[in-house]
């Protein structure tokens, strides 16, 4: 089973991808780690990326997907596999699906675990930490709240939300990655393959909803 992950902030992407790896017992390909995985052996595509990575330049694409055709064409990655990180463009995606029609193979779902925005920012903006660094306990206002309003249970510190915590920039971080996205979700939902999941409830949940889908039969039309 070849599988995209995409998610935005917040929607647990990574605790997800854990856990269908340990389902399926297939490997996680992410692009930073494998570029700098190639970099770490030398081989010819991460020779390549180094000059650039050197050059403090971005590594064209190109040269990503030629690391990406290497690792999906090893042994491990035959029974399937889950990108994380990759595609983020439409080229992207196309070149993608030229490696792996080589390789005789396809992506089969792309799993797109959309967040819940006003539970996000319910979430996020609710947190509140302790100032003493020795501490620095974390409260939820709403979920987790101190005994005592701005005051931590544990020391007494004084309580302070974080900067990324605010309302504004949760929600600009969402439009960001919903904007960077629509075009890839464009692209394959012309190909019939993106598969949403509702990033709401908790990690079981949104587990058992991604599972159920991937586990659906499939019409013999081929949709
Ligand atoms: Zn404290």
Known sequence: MNLILLGGPGAGKGTQAKKLIDLY???????GDILRAAV?????????????????????????????????????????FILDGFPRTVPQAEALDKVLAGLGTKIDHVVSIDVDEEALVTRLTGRRTCKNAACGQMFHVKFTPPKKAG?????????????????????????????????????????????????????????????????????????
Do not use: W
């Open 25 to 31: 017992h297939i490997p996680q390909v992410s692009t």
């Open 40 to 80: 770490k052996e030398g081989t010819e595509m991460g020779r390549k990326a180094k000059e650039f990575m050197d050059a403090g330049k971005l590594v064209p694409d190109e040269v990503v997907i030629g690391i990406i055709k290497d690792r999906l064409a090893q042994a491990d990655a035959k029974k399937g």
């Open 151 to 223: 005051i931590c249970d544990k020391c007494g510190g004084e309580l302070y939300q974080r900067d990324d915590d605010n309302e504004t920039t949760v929600r600009n971080r969402l439009a960001t990655y919903n904007q960077a996205t629509a075009p890839l979700i464009g692209y394959y939902t012309q190909k019939g393959l993106v598969r949403p999941i509702k990033g709401v409830g908790s990690i079981d949940d949104i587990f058992n909803q991604i599972v159920g889908i991937l586990a659906a039969p499939k019409c013999s039309c081929g949709a």
